[in-house]
Nanobody, 121 residues
């Protein structure tokens, strides 16, 4: 069984910073890919940033130069550093991680519970 626990959301003024964390626990053989999504009220969930194991990160245009996705493989934890936040970044943020449970298994995707980020103007 795998569990993803998110933390780090909150209320911040425009121009401020937050760092989101997503810690994976359980019977994890390897983490193959990770991503952060967000969903604002009345809008569809959108991919914000993602990266595969050993690969380069990709970002939606609206956060390029402001957000950074990273991972601590030893801790099975991924992060989203968010700088120069804007009111338009207000949303619930979700981590999504592709995890292999064994050397013989294919990756399965797991979701975090979501964390609210609110940016005031």
């Amino acid at each position: 069984q795998v569990q993803l626990v998110e933390s780090g959301g909150g209320l911040v003024e425009a121009g401020g910073s937050l760092r989101l964390s997503c810690a994976a626990s359980g019977s994890i053989f390897s983490i193959n890919a990770m991503a952060w999504y967000r969903q604002a009220p009345g809008k569809q969930r959108e991919l914000v940033a993602g990266m595969t194991r050993g690969g380069s990160p990709n970002y939606v245009d609206s956060v390029k130069g402001r957000f950074t996705i990273s991972t601590d493989n030893a801790k099975n934890t991924m992060y989203l550093q968010m700088n120069r936040l804007e009111p338009e970044d207000t949303a619930v943020y979700y981590c999504n991680v592709a995890i292999r449970l064994s050397a013989m298994s294919v990756p399965r995707f797991y979701w975090g519970q979501g964390t609210q980020v609110t940016v005031s103007s």
